[in-house]
């Protein structure tokens, strides 16, 4: 199975966790034309930006590595300049900007100088301005709420399509047996990645 294949099946089967354009994205059309490929460029410092934001979203946990351990800093740039088009990279990559203005309006300092604290506190502003844009259907901070929708979605996306995501963080059957949709889970257990 080809990597594209296995990232629609996984967006297919996490339905519900990622927003309708990311799921056009994704089933419509891997192939850009060449000339809206790498339309924007992330430097080696917002890749540390994004696998900072993808930790908040997806943290490392005793059983399993978080979304800075699945390589998400690499991961969501990657996609957003190979699968999207010219004006979701562009409204992207001006949401990732205003993200980090948020940071210096509402903390006095960049992105990574934020506390874990500080990080989640952001996260759930950013949540809230995208439930609040989406009822209200405004303008105001279309960007920022475009970003962080899609962050989050490409979070969910590569951590649950990675090796940590599949083996540690989901129960993993090297070779499944028969399909049960029933099966019972034990207390505790985690669900089935397979």
Do not use: H
């Not at 900007?97 to 500080?118: C, H, T």
């Not at 901070?141 to 599949?166: H, M, Q």
């Amino acid at each position: 199975m080809q990597r594209r294949e296995a990232l629609k099946n996984v967006a297919f089967l996490l339905g519900g966790a990622i927003s309708a354009s990311t799921m056009g994205v994704l089933f419509e059309s891997f192939t850009l034309p060449e000339n809206e490929k790498n339309f924007v460029s992330f430097s080696a410092q917002d890749e540390k930006i994004f696998a900072e934001f993808a930790d908040i979203i997806v943290p490392t946990t005793k059983s399993s590595g978080g979304a800075k351990a699945a390589g998400l800093g690499k991961f969501i740039p990657m996609m957003i300049k190979d699968c999207y088009p010219a004006q979701m990279q562009t409204s992207f990559a001006n949401g990732f900007k205003q993200l980090q203005d948020k940071s210096m309006k509402d903390f006095g300092k960049n992105y990574l100088a934020l506390s874990a604290a500080e990080k989640t506190k952001l996260m759930v502003d950013l949540r809230l301005m995208a439930i609040a844009q989406k009822e209200a259907k405004v303008e105001e901070n279309k960007d920022l709420t475009y970003f962080f929708v899609t962050a989050r979605d490409l979070t969910l996306l590569g951590y649950y399509s990675s090796e940590i995501g599949c083996t540690k963080a989901r129960e993993y059957v090297l070779v499944p047996g028969r399909y049960d949709g029933n099966a019972p889970l034990k207390p505790g257990q985690k669900s089935w990645a397979t």
